[in-house]
Every structure is written in structure tokens, then in C-alpha cells.
């Protein structure tokens, strides 16, 4: 069993920055793909990054490409984004995600439905 914990989320001005932190508990942190998604009021959840077991490969939604970096610790058991530049369309909660198959397929780790494990999510909020 994971529990995930995010935090870092809040009101920012648009152009601003955030960094989202999702603390993971077990010991098989560091085998676990992780991703971070959205949603939107009114909206589905969408794939927003997601990093490989190692930290050596990346995926990013391409409207975020360039503004956001994920990346992880797992000797804290953790991974971050950092959110720059920030648009108002950012605005949605953040959900951080664990999935346990390791492959990292592309099709697999941008689709909600493959990860195993969901934080709680943290509300960001981007004011025009």
C-alpha cells in the first residue's frame, strides 16, 4: 500500500511560480513511475508530467512544456513540480500519482486510469 500526500498548492499571481511536493509512504517508492495530473471544475482530469522510477526520463503535456519541471527525490520518498510562468488556465488541483507497472509507455502514464495510487490533490489558483 502507497499513500501519497501533495502539498504546495495556493493562490499565485499569473506569471508566478509554485512548487507542488507529493510525499509518498513505502518502501518501493523509488521502483514506482510517478505522475502529476489536473482537473479542472467542470472538466476531466488530465495528465499534466510524469517521471520515471530513475528520474532520468520525463514526459510533459505539451502545454506545459518548458514552464513546468518534475522531477524526484527517493531518498525523501518524494516528487515535485515546479510550476513557472503560470497561467490562468493552470487553475484545477493537482493530483499526484503512482504507478506500479514500470514500463513507462507513453499510452500508459498519461492515462488516469494506469496509475494505482492518488494523493488527496492540492488547489492551485492563478489570478489574471
Known amino acids: 500500500q502507497v499513500q501519497l500526500v501533495e502539498s504546495g498548492g495556493g493562490l499565485v499571481q499569473a506569471g508566478g511560480s509554485v512548487r507542488l511536493s507529493c510525499q509518498a509512504s513505502g518502501r518501493t517508492f523509488s521502483r514506482y513511475s510517478m505522475g502529476w495530473f489536473r482537473q479542472a471544475p467542470g472538466k476531466e482530469r488530465e495528465f499534466v508530467a510524469a517521471?520515471?522510477?530513475?528520474?532520468?526520463?520525463?514526459y510533459y503535456k505539451d502545454s506545459v512544456k518548458g514552464r513546468f519541471t518534475i522531477s524526484r527525490d527517493n531518498a525523501k520518498n518524494t516528487v515535485y513540480l515546479q510550476m513557472n510562468s503560470l497561467k490562468p488556465e493552470d487553475t484545477a488541483v493537482y493530483y499526484c500519482?503512482?504507478?506500479?507497472?514500470?514500463?513507462?509507455?507513453?499510452?500508459?502514464?498519461?492515462?488516469?486510469?494506469?496509475?494505482?495510487?492518488w494523493g488527496q490533490g492540492t488547489q492551485v489558483t492563478v489570478s489574471s
Open positions: 500519482a503512482a504507478e506500479t507497472d514500470g514500463s513507462f509507455r507513453v499510452r500508459d502514464i498519461t492515462t488516469p486510469y494506469e496509475y494505482d495510487y
Open positions: 517521471i520515471r522510477w530513475s528520474g532520468g526520463t520525463t
